[in-house]
Structure formats: structure tokens, C-alpha cells
């Protein structure tokens, strides 16, 4: 059986994961930006919700190469995420194209025997094979990786040849752009687990500017949909009809 991780980013996403039972949650704010740091409240409620959650901590948008002010940042909320009953982290720092290891090890010490996902800056990085060995050698306990492509399914080849590299000495999940239509196949790469966060999209009008992602008029938000978190966790668990 392939384990499956929920992405979750609001209550109502919290709410459907107490339901659907995933085997994990990554709780994390802004999905459509890659995910950023979860508030505390939102936090609190998915540890309420039984399911081992597994916190995403980034601490703004773009890229991954963080200065000492974002790591300080970045660790602070590691253990602000651990104290409220969090499982494990999720983070990603990078140095040029490889792996920050400075950074990586400090969230590992920071979590104090919590598991530590490094998550899709693994995909940024110019030789996926070598960071397996330091990331491994870091004590980290899984990458989040698509295989280098925008969606993971596109990747099966190279999900197959970097599960076989990680040899149990570290877990390989894989995410992005799994749905129910490919995660049987995604699954069959031999990974550890499977990452998707079953959204879809509700819409609504703003009457004046928010923002300049947030423009006045026809807006949508994204959310989790439960009819497709159930299928996905069904085809991972081999249930689906």
C-alpha cells in the first residue's frame, strides 16, 4: 500500500481531512503559491482533527535560498509547529542548485526527533541523485519531489530510477499535479507515498480591490474537494470500485 498525504490549506480542508483519513496532512496556507506557513489557529485545528499533521514551514514566496533572517525565521516556526502538537515539518532550502545543508540540519536538530520532509525545492536542484545522498545523510525522513516535471505522472521514469537510488535509506513521496486520473500510476513507480491536495475551485465576486492578485469582480479560492480525496485515498489503498 503507497501512503497517502492530504494537502490541506483552511478548516474546511482540516474538516474534510478528519473524515477522509488520509495517512498524513500537510497543513500549509496559499496552495497556489507553492504553500507558505500555516497560521497557529489553523495549526491547533488540525492537530485536533487525529490525523498526523506534518506543517509546512516557508516563509514567503519564490524561491528557496533563504538568508540568516529567513532561517531564523524558518526555525522559529519549525518549533512553534512541533510545540502545538505538529508530527513533523515540511521545508526546503537551496544554495545556488544544491542543497542547503547548513539550513537542513539546523531544522533537523530543531525538530528534536520529528520527522522532516524536504519538500519541491528538491526539484529545483541540478543533480537529484547526489541531494538524495546528503539529504539521507542529513537525517531527513522523505523528499517531496514531482521527478523534475510540473506534474509528477510525466516523470514515472525518473520517480522509478530515484526510488531505487533512495534505497529505504530515506522516503520518496511523490507530488504535483496528482489526481485520480494518474495516481494510480505515480503510485506504481515504487514511491513511498503519494502528495496531492485534491483541490477545487469556489467562486465569488469582490466588490472593491483586495490586492493585486486580488482584483475586483469574479474571484475564486481554492479549497479541498472530499469526493476526490476519497477516490485518491481509496486507489492508494487499493479500495476503489
Known amino acids: 500500500m503507497t501512503a497517502f498525504e492530504l494537502a490541506v490549506q483552511d478548516a474546511a480542508g482540516v474538516a474534510i481531512a478528519g473524515r477522509v483519513r488520509p495517512d498524513r496532512i500537510e497543513l500549509a496556507a496559499a496552495l497556489s503559491t507553492g504553500g507558505l506557513t500555516p497560521s497557529p489557529g489553523l495549526i491547533e485545528a488540525a492537530v485536533a482533527a487525529g490525523v498526523p499533521v506534518h506543517v509546512l514551514v516557508r516563509p514567503r514566496a519564490g524561491g528557496f535560498a533563504y538568508d540568516d533572517a529567513d532561517a531564523a525565521v524558518i526555525l522559529?516556526?519549525?518549533?512553534a509547529a512541533l510545540a502545538a502538537g505538529a508530527a513533523g515539518v515540511v521545508v526546503g532550502g537551496t544554495v545556488g542548485d544544491s542543497v542547503d545543508l547548513d539550513l537542513t540540519r539546523a531544522v533537523v536538530d530543531a525538530a528534536a526527533g520529528a520527522e522532516v520532509t524536504f519538500h519541491r525545492a528538491f526539484d529545483t536542484l541540478r543533480d537529484r541523485r547526489?541531494?538524495?545522498?546528503?539529504?539521507?545523510?542529513?537525517?531527513?525522513?522523505?523528499?517531496?519531489?514531482s521527478g523534475g516535471a510540473s506534474c509528477a505522472a510525466d516523470a514515472a521514469?525518473?520517480?522509478?530510477?530515484?526510488?531505487?537510488?533512495?534505497?529505504?535509506?530515506?522516503?520518496?513521496?511523490?507530488?504535483?499535479?496528482?489526481?485520480?486520473?494518474?495516481a494510480a500510476v505515480v503510485a506504481a513507480t515504487g514511491v513511498d507515498a503519494v502528495h496531492a491536495s485534491a483541490k477545487a475551485v469556489v467562486t465569488e465576486r469582490l466588490a472593491v480591490s483586495l490586492g493585486s492578485g486580488a482584483a475586483a469582480g469574479a474571484a475564486g479560492y481554492e479549497t479541498t474537494d472530499e469526493q476526490t480525496a476519497t477516490l485518491l485515498r481509496d486507489i492508494l489503498r487499493g479500495d476503489a470500485r
Do not use: K, Y
Open 130 to 145: 547526489r541531494a538524495i545522498d546528503a539529504l539521507a545523510e542529513a537525517g531527513v525522513t522523505r523528499i517531496l519531489t
Open 157 to 182: 521514469a525518473e520517480l522509478r530510477a530515484l526510488a531505487t537510488h533512495a534505497a529505504g535509506r530515506i522516503q520518496l513521496m511523490a507530488g504535483g499535479g496528482v489526481d485520480p486520473s494518474n
Open 76 to 79: 522559529a516556526d519549525v518549533r
